[in-house]
């Protein structure tokens, strides 16, 4: 089975300042990880995954993150927040075996840029 | 041109009552999803289904049922509703690479 933590449930930030979301996962296999976002009153939105390859993947709207393997992490990152990016953000695993895999989300962060 | 969408956005009804929800994918992918989410955002998988074949059933009370005529469409239809049903119900697709796709949901307020 697979857990994702994230540890902050809410992170605020000033506009234009660098955020950083963490996010840790627990898993006997290998996976893949997703960062998704949610705005207010709508579904998730893909930011980015990780399925391979580099270990620093870069989104939209500017945010990119790193897997870490030996730390199993994969935070988000963004240099300079806007306003529009207030909303919740989810990390996420699935299995790479393949087949029909369950995906597993964290509790979410709420990020709160301030004006 | 919306990927997936569902209908209604918000459903308001009493306990005791059946209700149904629909999702419907425009994307051409196999599968399909019911996600619930709760008041404290906590995002759980309910059932899903590939190409109208049921492949994921949670631990869901058996008053909900879900059912997908075809591949493009996944409904989900629950019987005697609960106070503690209310939550944000997301259909989701999944295409290659592990896209996902979500629709903006369907609130669900039990009174």
């Known amino acids: 089975a697979q857990s994702v933590t994230q540890l902050d449930s809410q992170v605020p930030v000033f506009e234009e300042a660098p955020v950083e979301l963490r996010c840790n996962y627990s898993?006997?296999?290998?996976?893949?990880l997703f960062w998704y976002v949610q705005y207010p009153n709508q579904g998730l939105q893909l930011l980015l995954k990780?399925?391979?390859?580099?270990?620093l993947v870069k989104g939209i709207n500017g945010f990119e993150a790193e897997f870490n393997k030996s730390q199993t992490s994969f935070h988000l990152r963004k240099p300079s927040v806007h306003i529009s990016d207030t909303a919740e953000y989810f990390c996420?695993?699935?299995?790479?075996?393949?087949?029909?895999?369950?995906?597993?989300f964290g509790t979410g962060t709420k990020l709160q840029v301030i004006p | 041109d919306t990927a997936v969408s569902q209908t209604p956005k918000y459903l308001v009804t009493q306990m005791g009552n059946d209700k149904s929800i629909k999702c419907e994918q425009n994307?051409?992918?196999?599968?399909m999803y019911w996600y619930k989410q709760d008041s404290k955002k906590f995002l759980k998988i309910m059932f899903s289904?590939?190409?109208?074949?049921?492949?994921i059933n949670e631990t869901v009370p058996n008053r909900f049922s879900p059912k997908s005529p075809d591949k493009a469409h996944l409904n989900l239809h629950i019987n005697s509703l609960e106070l503690g049903d209310s939550a944000v119900y997301f259909c989701?697709?999944?295409?290659?690479?592990?896209?996902?796709?979500f629709g903006s949901g369907t609130r669900l307020t039990v009174v």
């Open positions: 990780y399925l391979s390859g580099s270990t």
């Open positions: 289904y590939n190409n109208k074949e049921l492949i």
């Open positions: 996420a695993v699935i299995p790479n075996s393949g087949g029909y895999q369950k995906v597993t």
């Open positions: 989701a697709s999944r295409g290659p690479n592990y896209g996902y796709t």
């Open positions: 898993s006997s296999v290998s996976v893949y």
């Open positions: 994307l051409g992918h196999d599968t």
